[in-house]
């Protein structure tokens, strides 16, 4: 069973990534920092960052079934994998072309995340609202 420390916010550790993310003037940098620093934290295997724009790759996306409306969907644009999870070298998504490059809003944990605003805690086999 896990800690439940681990799921609460650790507002120390806000505060001085915001202090240290805000010196960043290029949005490029500031993700990559933000990923290292997630990726720095205990219990961090992966971490990937989305933002929400307009549908862009319909016709070729492998998500285009589970997609509601084909207007708006997740788009990957940051993301690392720690050294320690077996997911070898460092993943860099900055220019991300793989099935996952985009999630329909409300599909999958990073959709529900999206659709809902409440944060999700994924354990091996298990997620946790």
Known sequence: MADKTENRFD?????????EIAQEPLL??????LIQR?????????VRIWLIDKGD???TCA??????D??????AVAGGA???SGQGEEED???MTDPFSRIPIGFGAAGKIAATGKQLVLQIGRAHV
Do not use: G, T
Request: charged letters at 25%.
């Open 70 to 75: 084909q207007i708006r969907c997740l788009h």
């Open 57 to 59: 790759i319909c016709v």
């Open 38 to 46: 997630i990726l720095d934290r205990p219990h961090v295997a992966r």
């Open 28 to 33: 490029e940098q500031l993700l990559k920092k």
């Open 63 to 68: 998500r285009r079934p589970d997609c509601p």
């Open 82 to 84: 720690n050294m320690l």
């Open 93 to 95: 998504y900055m220019h």
């Open 11 to 19: 507002s120390e550790f806000a505060s001085k990534l915001l202090l």
